[in-house]
């Protein structure tokens, strides 16, 4: 598959899974900062969970993508770590989907 090709689809995916499959409960409670953590008393999943599913996710179609289970890990990691430094405030949404970006880049090179 030319590079071109295996890029776009693995923008299309980024996007799937970053806007539409994201929920708003995902996209909230993957932050340990908001405020849909602060019920002691909930049975509101804890942020971890959230933010692991969410790069599960990711993973799962960079997998099912390139047909590389590696790849897919070095993306469940990469944007955990990515989306973490996200709800830290350690970087901005920009810097956030660039780092994305240039993973997707990197996995073109590496199939």
């Known amino acids: 598959m030319p590079g071109f ?3 776009f689809q693995l923008l299309v995916g980024h996007a799937l899974a970053d806007f ?8 909230r409670g993957k932050n340990r900062h908001s405020d849909i953590h602060h019920n002691k008393a909930s049975t509101f999943p804890g942020w971890y969970y959230w933010l692991a599913a969410h790069s599960l996710v990711h993973g799962g179609i960079v997998y099912l993508i390139t047909n590389s289970l590696l790849l897919g890990l070095i993306e469940t990691a990469s944007h955990c770590v990515i989306d973490f430094c996200k709800c830290e405030g350690k970087i901005g949404m920009n810097t956030d989907q660039a780092l994305h970006v240039g993973f997707k ?6 199939v």
């Open 5 to 7: 090709e295996l890029f």
């Open 105 to 110: 880049i990197g996995y073109v090179f590496a």
């Open 20 to 27: 539409v499959l994201q929920s708003e409960a995902m996209g």
